[in-house]
Structure formats: structure tokens, C-alpha cells
């Protein structure tokens, strides 16, 4: 089936059609000389506390412009999470409900993200589409060719023309992940290597960690918080324990909530923000953070790190301004922003 072709080919060149992608918006700004794409305004000029951040909640935004759209799609699939769901599924694959960015600015006086509620599926259903799309136009072309951006100039990306400018954020639902550089005062950081058998987004590619999509886990009011996402991500992601946390669960009483928490509130732990940055092969966009421990803090908390986790392996690396080849655009621009900012960060 040409879908399941187009699907295995996104899958297994993620990296360099993400390049590719990269070339098709030459006017946007992009973040440290990574394929990551901004705006001015989602890059502030030194890393920002992440308590800093406002965030404000509307519960009724405006529709975006591409919703679920249908092009290319098999018969008898309305959205492309349902094709993907029945021909090729992802292990880890779930719509639950997230939050939706509507607007963002980090370089006023008081930083804002507004958010509304959402569902994982919507971004899904553009995202994975657009970069489906160019993955099946770049089939019969030589993936490292110049030449081949004229083709979104010729409607052979009818669906990426729609969306246009992938930064504006009325055009899609844009739900935010939290991409998270775990780095010590001595100089490494968690590096993780992406299972392309077990991810439904950037499998094959190196990431910082850890990164999840910003999720309410009970109540979207009660959860929208950064730090509380980022909590369940490190322990999921380093230390390997389950998503499901059952009924009747209070973050607030979790041991681990309360030992994580209680080491940034004694400045064991610094997190700041770094910016924001939309992926130019999926548009996912996501929150750049990093957090900071001092060398007991990180043994202490993570003294069980796994080698390997639910989306692939684990590892430590030298913060030494280097990147991994090849690596998610958006755990490239994290390297390479808290690089420029590391006098302030270690201090």
C-alpha cells in the first residue's frame, strides 16, 4: 500500500527530511543555528526561572484554521491518527487530553503562554499529515537535493501550503511538549536515543530528556503547571516507571513529587526556560527547558537511571557544547542555547 510505503519512509528518514523540511521555510527564524524554527518574541535574551512564566487559560479559544484535514488519507479514514492507529500503530499511542498554545510571548516583563484545552490526536492529525505528505513527495527524489523545495511550489505539498507559516499558531493545534536538558554542575547530561518501534514522534533521532507532551494528568485547571508535567516525565523517562498512576492519585503526596520538589525549593535544582521552537518536518512545537542539579542531587534522585526506557535508550554525555548526530531539532536547540548560557546556569 503507497500509504504504508510513505509511512515506512517517514519513519526510517526522519533526519534528513527533517533537513529537508528546514529548507522549505527560508524566511523564518530558526533557533542557534539548529532546523528549529521561532519567533522573535519566543526567544528571550538570558534563560528565564521557569516560575517566571505566566500562564493564562482560555477555556474557549477560536478553532485553528487545518483541522483533521484528509489529504492523502486511505479510503475509509477520516483523520490520520485513525489510519496510522489501524496500518501502522506506534506502541505508545493514546489521545489524551493536552493543552493547546494559543499565543506566547517570553521577552516582556511578565512572560506569558496562553493555553487552552486540547486533545493529543489534533496535533496528530496535521503534524504527522504534513510531514507524511513530504515524505511521499520525496520518494521518487533524492533526499539530500536542493532542488527538491520547488516542489512546494508546484502543489505537490498542498496540505504544508495551507498551514503556511508553521510559527503562527492560529493556523493548527500546536500542543506544546516539554523538552527538558537534565545537566549537572560537573558537566553531563541524560542523552536519549529514540526507538523509532516505540515512538509515534522523532524515532531514530537523539533528544535530551526528559520531553513530554504538556498533559493534564486529572483536572486540566489543577494541572496546568509546568513543573508538575516535568516531575512525571523524570520519572517515567529516567527512572522507568508507568504513565498509569491510578485512581485516586495526589502528585502532591508522591514521594517523588516531594523529594523532586524539595531539592529545587533548597536550590539543589535550578530549571529555567530557554524559548520556544515549532519542528519544521512534524510543526511540533515545543517548550525549552533545562534543569540544573548539583552532582548529589542527581545521585540521589536518580540513582535507579535506566539504560533503557518505554522509547529507547538512555545514556550520560559530556555538556561540552557538542551535539548528537543525528538529534531532534528541538534537543539540538536546548544543547546548543544552554551552551551559550552556561556561565549563568552552573554558577
Known amino acids: ?18 533537513q529537508m523540511a528546514s529548507r522549505l521555510y527560508p524566511d523564518v527564524p530558526t533557533v542557534e543555528g539548529t532546523p528549529l524554527l521561532a519567533r522573535p518574541e519566543w526567544l528571550p ?3 528565564l526561572p521557569l516560575d517566571a512564566l505566566r500562564l493564562q487559560w482560555n477555556q474557549h479559544p477560536e ?9 492523502g488519507l486511505p479510503d475509509g479514514f477520516r483523520t490520520y491518527a485513525e489510519a496510522w492507529q489501524a496500518l501502522a500503530p506506534p506502541k505508545v499511542f493514546e489521545d489524551r487530553p493536552s493543552y493547546r498554545l494559543l499565543d506566547a510571548d517570553l521577552t516582556t516583563v511578565a512572560p506569558t503562554l496562553s493555553l487552552g484545552p486540547s486533545h493529543y490526536f489534533a496535533a496528530v492529525n496535521v503534524g504527522e499529515a504534513v510531514a507524511h505528505e513530504l515524505a511521499a513527495a520525496s520518494n521518487t527524489v533524492a533526499l539530500d537535493t536542493v532542488a527538491f523545495t520547488a516542489l512546494s511550489n508546484t502543489g505537490a505539498l498542498p496540505l504544508r501550503q495551507r498551514v503556511g507559516d508553521p510559527c503562527d499558531l492560529s493556523r493548527r493545534t500546536a500542543l506544546p511538549a516539554i523538552t527538558t536538558l537534565t545537566v549537572t554542575k560537573s558537566g553531563s547530561y541524560v542523552l536519549h536515543w529514540r526507538d523509532p518501534e516505540k515512538v509515534a514522534h522523532a524515532g531514530g533521532l537523539h533528544q ?5 507532551v504538556f498533559q493534564p494528568l486529572v483536572d486540566e485547571r489543577a494541572d496546568l503547571d509546568l513543573w508538575r508535567c ?13 504513565e498509569d498512576y491510578g485512581p485516586g492519585f495526589v502528585q502532591e503526596d508522591w514521594p517523588f513529587h516531594q523529594a523532586l520538589s524539595a531539592a529545587r525549593d ?9 524559548g520556544l521552537g515549532v519542528d519544521p518536518l512534524t510543526l511540533a512545537l515545543d517548550v525549552l527547558t533545562v534543569a540544573v542539579f548539583d552532582d548529589a542531587a542527581f545521585d540521589d534522585l536518580f540513582e535507579g537511571l535506566v539504560d533503557v526506557n518505554a522509547e529507547g535508550r538512555v ?14 531539532p528541538a534537543g539540538a536547540a536546548a544543547l546548543r542555547l544552554a551552551w551559550r548560557h552556561r556561565a549563568a546556569l552552573l554558577r
Open 1 to 18: 500500500m503507497e500509504w504504508r510505503q510513505a509511512r515506512e519512509f517517514l519513519t526510517g528518514n526522519r533526519h534528513e527530511l527533517g
Open 45 to 47: 535574551d538570558t534563560p
Open 63 to 71: 478553532p485553528p484554521a487545518v483541522a483533521d484535514p484528509r489529504d
Open 208 to 212: 535530551v530528556m526528559p520531553v513530554g
Open 230 to 242: 516535568m516531575v512525571r516525565e523524570f520519572s517515567e523517562e529516567l527512572l522507568g516507571t508507568d
Open 266 to 274: 533548597e536550590g539543589r535544582i535550578a530549571v529555567h526556560c530557554l
Open 315 to 328: 545514556a550520560l554525555a559530556p555538556f561540552d557544547g557538542t551535539v548528537p548526530a543525528p538529534a531532534q
